[in-house]
């Protein structure tokens, strides 16, 4: 992917999230907000969940941007589904989508920014993420590494790779490169996960940069910087690789 498309969709981190378990419906709105960012031009990603269970599965403070929820659904319900984010202090924007309005006053409980009253109309939808747009406070990501040079602050977007040797973390970079002490797994931590798989046993690479994966081996890349490496992926990553590859691009269309 060149660099300019990757400038334009920078810290696409800004995932908006819709759970939903009428899909017909769950893909309206899915199409409609990807339209909208793409007129806007905002980096936007859309994940989409049948119920609520789905969602805390895949659910990580801080991770989305913005919840459409379905208020009926099986299980857990998208009311409750909010008072559990909530109760966890995750201020995440919230828009009900309902077929009725019953449940209004549950909305300010959980101080809902929208009711969307089924069916949706484009406008009254539009109107609403525009709304989200103006609250969202958005930054860049960035990872502060304590090297043996001082503290650097690094945007996560220009991380080609983390590999560890021995007790030691290497940081392959746009900046160059760095030594950090320190383990994989506190890395992670710090990581927007949705932008980084494990592809070998101790070696991280970030999805950003991924131009190819062919057998047993994927190609990292970086035309402004002149970068480009070859990095194995072991035989029981591969599907997971794969997949993760898949998903990061088809999100992002």
């Not at 009926?72 to 984010?85: F, T």
């Amino acid at each position: 992917m060149k660099r300019l498309e990757c400038m334009k969709w920078r810290e696409a981190g800004m995932i908006f999230g819709i759970c939903e378990d009428n899909l017909p419906e769950a893909n309206w709105l899915n199409d409609a907000i990807v339209t909208w960012a793409k007129e806007k031009n905002h980096p936007v990603i859309v994940k989409k969940y049948e119920d609520a269970e789905r969602f805390w599965f895949d659910y990580e403070q801080g991770k989305f941007a913005a919840l459409f929820l379905d208020i009926k659904m099986p299980g857990e319900n998208g009311v409750d589904l909010a008072k559990g984010l909530r109760r966890k202090g995750d201020r995440v924007p919230v828009v009900f989508v309902t077929g009725e309005e019953e449940y209004l006053a549950d909305g300010y409980e959980v101080e809902a920014v929208h009711y969307l009253i089924k069916p949706v109309a484009s406008q009254k939808l539009r109107d609403c993420l525009e709304r989200i747009w103006q609250r969202l406070d958005y930054e860049p990501r960035y990872v502060l590494l304590q090297t043996d040079k001082g503290s650097i602050k690094i945007r996560q977007q220009d991380i080609y790779k983390i590999e560890v040797f021995g007790h030691q973390l290497y940081y392959d970079t746009a900046e160059g490169n760095f030594s950090v002490n320190s383990s994989l797994k506190t890395a992670e931590k710090e990581l927007q996960n949705s932008w980084f798989v494990c592809c070998y046993r101790g070696i991280l690479v970030n999805l950003w940069h991924v131009e190819s994966i062919v057998g047993s081996s994927l190609t990292l890349v970086d035309n402004e910087h002149g970068y480009r490496q070859d990095v194995p992926v072991s035989r029981r990553l591969s599907g997971a690789v794969n997949q993760a590859f898949i998903d990061f691009y088809r999100n992002r269309k």
